[in-house]
């Protein structure tokens, strides 16, 4: 008998998830107090923009007193990802209504989508209630963390001595391990070597004429585009044989 997947479900999967958000938060709170930034600003910060890179870049900008127009398309460029992940779990979940969809499209972090589709590689029985679960969770963890830590950041004053500010590149090197065995377990080697190297091609190529946002952006949507045309037509053979 099949167990109906709950909200609490999506809550308990964010754990692991909820557990890199606080040492991101954590990092955050510690270098936006550094630098300045009231309780309450680093709140509305979180609760609103709620993109760890992007917070990061804008104390970085906000320092050396970047104009308003470059910050604004730096973030943009930075977080346009974010328009094809939602486009992913629309196709996860095609039945949701368009509230769900909103929702779950505002609140999806590159977290929130290696989980889902660590899941959805596994097969696993995930619902639309259980990813606004994981995004809940997620969401809430990064406001209270950063909130808390920036209460009590002027205890670190430097936090680059101590590399709290490389937490954010350990967590997305956490999760590009992640994403690569479970690539490894589902398609076939030479598939997953093909879109890795043509991704890390795309960059270095790429940051040679743009900046390394930029340069991250072709990357990203290039190697997608590669790994969707490479790996769609194998699963439909396999299904067309079974």
């Known amino acids: 008998m099949n167990k109906t997947v709950t909200f609490m479900d999506g809550i308990k999967s964010a ?4 557990l890199g958000y606080i040492s991101i938060g954590a990092a955050f709170g510690i270098v936006a107090s550094a630098q300045g930034y009231s ?12 993109a760890g890179a992007a917070q990061f870049i804008i104390v970085a900008m906000m320092a050396v007193h970047t104009p308003i127009s470059v910050m604004v398309l730096t973030i943009f460029l930075v977080n346009f990802r974010m328009f094809l992940q939602s486009l992913t779990a629309t196709q996860v979940f095609p039945h949701q209504s368009l509230r769900s969809g909103m929702m779950m499209g505002t609140l999806i972090t590159d977290e929130s989508f290696g989980l889902l ?3 959805h590689a ?5 619902t639309p209630v259980w ?8 969401y809430l963890t990064w406001i209270a963390s950063t909130v808390v830590v920036a209460a009590l950041g002027n205890l670190i004053p430097n936090p680059e001595k101590y590399g709290i500010d490389y937490a954010l590149v ?3 090197i956490g999760l590009l391990a992640l994403t690569l065995d479970s690539m490894v377990r589902h398609e076939k080697l030479p598939v997953v070597l093909i879109v890795v190297i043509s991704a890390v091609l795309l960059y270095y190529v790429s940051g040679i004429v743009v900046s390394s946002y930029v340069a991250v952006l072709i990357a990203t ?9 490479m790996t769609n037509p194998e699963k ?3 299904g067309e044989g079974s």
Not at 39 to 50: C, K, P
Not at 131 to 138: C, F
């Open 122 to 126: 596994k097969r696993s029985k995930i």
């Open 15 to 18: 754990i692991p998830v909820s």
């Open 236 to 238: 439909k053979r396999v």
């Open 117 to 119: 589709t660590l899941e």
């Open 170 to 172: 350990a967590m997305f």
């Open 39 to 50: 309780i309450w600003q680093v709140f509305f910060m979180s609760t609103f923009l709620y």
């Open 131 to 138: 990813m606004h679960g994981v995004n809940v969770m997620s």
């Open 221 to 229: 949507i290039v190697g997608a585009l590669i790994g969707a045309v």
